[in-house]
């Protein structure tokens, strides 16, 4: 009987090794489907507009409704420039939240404007200002770019006013979406090109922008509905 107890022994133990070991084997996760089906391509526009690769995006970018305390009323878009987000403040404590990207234009206003514009597919024509910091790559725009998939403001554009002037200050789409979450060279606020088409969808012409540079934003507590922070499809 001693003789066969080690054999056996030695049997289970290589079973429970070849257990542990494919317990062990996990697949790695991929890009969550209704993010897929978020950000996926949009065929009937007028310039197609092809599926944004996701695979290394921040999902704290995406688009998601999340808990947001502010005195502004519902329809108003709170910019925290800090942070890199646009808050479209719902009522009853809810906010659309989407990521964005800055660059130095999206730095210098700050106070209440409203939207005096809106634009699918807009033409883009560099400031001075951007020709002067960019020269090598704007001044040949100097005279506008024909709406397209490369032009700098992607498919849609709201031009906010003040004082009913134009302050120069967008939110447009971005030909460039690993600049969301960052503070780039030039340019006013940028959203992923899905996320500006679906805030056009939900914003007139006329509403009120709050844009934050150096204040504390309102209260923010964690995205609802799901656990990680997204709400149904059907929400979005």
């Known amino acids: 009987m001693c003789v066969f107890r080690p054999l056996a022994l030695l049997a289970l133990a290589a079973t429970l090794t070849g257990c542990a070991t494919t317990t062990m084997e996990v697949k790695r996760k991929g890009p969550d489907p209704m993010h ?34 502010t005195m502004e009323p519902a329809g108003t878009i709170v910019i925290d420039t800090q942070n890199r987000f646009l808050y479209l403040v719902q009522g009853e404590g809810m906010a659309m939240r989407y990521g964005i990207g800055v660059g130095k234009a999206g730095l210098e206003f700050e106070g209440v404007a409203r939207i005096g514009r809106k634009a699918e597919w807009p033409r883009w024509t560099p400031t001075p200002t951007m020709i002067k910091r960019e020269p ?27 004082d009913g002037k134009d302050t120069l200050f967008r939110i ?37 922008v709050v844009v934050l540079q150096h204040q504390t934003p309102a209260s923010e507590a964690t995205p609802m509905a799901a656990a990680d922070g997204l709400v149904p499809p059907a929400a979005i």
């Not at 790559?137 to 849609?156: D, I, Q, S, V, Y």
């Open 36 to 69: 897929v089906a978020m950000y996926g391509p949009h065929p009937d526009e007028r310039f197609p507009l092809p599926a944004m690769d996701i695979s290394r995006v921040d999902p704290r970018y995406f688009r998601q409704q999340v808990a947001y305390q």
């Open 172 to 208: 447009h789409g971005t030909s460039e979406p690993w600049s969301i979450g960052k503070a780039v060279s030039s340019g006013c606020v940028r959203l992923f090109n899905q996320d500006i088409i679906d805030l056009y969808s939900r914003v007139p012409t006329g509403s009120r």
């Open 136 to 162: 090598e790559r704007n001044l040949k725009w100097a005279g506008g770019m024909e709406p397209g998939l490369t032009n700098p403001l992607g498919p849609r554009a709201l031009y906010l006013h003040k």
